[in-house]
Nanobody
Framework: QVQLVESGGGLVQPGGSLRLSCAAS????????MVWYRQAPGKQREFVGE???????NVADSVKGRFSISRDNAKNTMYLQMDSLKPEDTAVYYC??????????????WGQGTQVTVSS
C-alpha cells in the first residue's frame, strides 16, 4: 500500500525558514511528478510547486524566489525549502504525487498535510 507522509511543519517567525519533507513508501515502481499544495483557513487549496521525475521544477509566483523544491529519488522523498516566510504562507501544506505501484496502474496519492504557521 502506497503512502505519502509529510513532515517538517511548525511555528516560525516571519522571515524564518522551514523545510518540509514528503516521503513515499510502499511497493513503488515509478514516481512521476510530485507536487506541493497548501490550504489556508477559509481558502481553496492552491498550487505551490512541483518537481517532475527528471528534476525540472515549477513554483507559484507567490512563492517564487523564496521557496524551492527538490527530490531524492533514492529515498522517494520530495522537499520544500521555504525561506523568508510571511504570515500569508500560513496554511496546511499537502503533498501530492503520481505513483505507479507494483502490479497496479498509476494513480494520484495525497499526504495527510502538515501545518505551517508563520507568526511573531
Amino acid at each position: 500500500q502506497v503512502q505519502l507522509v509529510e513532515s517538517g511543519g511548525g511555528l516560525v517567525q516571519p522571515g524564518g525558514s522551514l523545510r518540509l519533507s514528503c516521503a513515499a513508501s510502499g511497493s513503488i515502481d515509478v514516481i512521476y511528478a510530485m507536487v506541493w499544495y497548501r490550504q489556508a483557513p477559509g481558502k481553496q487549496r492552491e498550487f505551490v510547486g512541483e518537481i517532475r521525475s527528471g528534476g525540472s521544477t515549477n513554483v507559484a509566483d507567490s512563492v517564487k524566489g523564496r521557496f524551492s523544491i527538490s527530490r531524492d529519488n533514492a529515498k522517494n522523498t520530495m522537499y520544500l525549502q521555504m525561506d523568508s516566510l510571511k504570515p500569508e504562507d500560513t496554511a496546511v501544506y499537502y503533498c501530492n504525487a503520481q505513483i505507479k505501484p507494483a502490479r497496479l496502474p498509476a494513480s494520484d496519492y495525497w499526504g495527510q498535510g502538515t501545518q505551517v504557521t508563520v507568526s511573531s
